[in-house]
T-cell receptor
């Protein structure tokens, strides 16, 4: 039930953009995105509830394609503070939350 | 407001010993999750409680693992007997309602090393 994320890792220079993809083999009810810094707990970024929904704050946004059972996280004009591991979490059935394998993002000056 | 509180933060124990991890969810939250994180397997959902009742424990690795939630403000995850492969960070998390449309708040984690 674990969603699949791609890429596994990405290195960016400050100001560059990145896209992280998340896909599931099961129908999705909602998609969560979290960021985890090394040695810390995951921190919530956003939830998408409906197919076609797009959300964002600052320069981080996400979309949810319910039919394709996919979600994407968009990071634009990346900053050093964006570094960390990004996880998508999918809610498919019993209202529990399964996380993907994570995408390690490194932003360098 | 206090977040999710976990204890102990760090534990080193010998193989074969019993380990008990504790969690106090955010007051008013009725869903509680236990996750295990390792480099190899990422963040795995072990068990999910709703209103103190285990809803999904399909992620619990084997009979050595057990979890309880005797009331709305306390949960335990027990490993007996512990093995080196149980070494991981164990996160407890809670949410106001189900995970469908609600933020999951994580505790700081319990770092377990079994030697």
């Amino acid at each position: 039930q674990q969603p699949v994320q791609s890429p596994q890792a990405v290195i960016l220079r400050e100001g560059e953009d990145a896209v992280i993809n998340c896909s599931s083999s099961k129908a999705l009810y909602s998609v969560h995105w979290y960021r985890q810094k090394h040695g810390e707990a995951p921190v919530f970024l956003m939830i998408l509830l409906k197919g076609g929904e797009q959300k964002g704050h600052d320069k981080i946004s996400a979309s949810f394609n319910e039919k394709k059972q996919q979600s994407s996280l968009y990071l634009t004009a990346s900053q050093l503070s964006y570094s960390g591991t990004y996880f998508c979490g999918t809610v498919a059935g019993a209202n529990n939350l399964f996380f993907g394998t994570g995408t390690r993002l490194t932003v360098i000056p | 407001d206090a977040g999710v509180i976990q204890s102990p933060r760090h534990e080193v124990t010998e193989m074969g010993q019993e380990v008990t991890l504790r969690c106090k969810p955010i007051s008013g939250h009725n869903s509680l999750f236990w996750y295990r994180q390792t480099m190899m397997r990422g963040l795995e959902l072990l068990i999910y409680f709703n209103n103190n009742v285990p809803i999904d424990d399909s992620g619990m690795p084997e009979d050595r693992f057990s979890a309880k939630m005797p009331n709305a403000s306390f949960s335990t995850l027990k490993i007996q007997p512990s093995e080196p492969r149980d070494s991981a960070v164990y996160f407890c998390a809670s949410s106001l309602e189900t995970a469908y449309g609600n933020t999951i708040y994580f505790g700081e984690g319990s770092w377990l090393t079994v030697v």
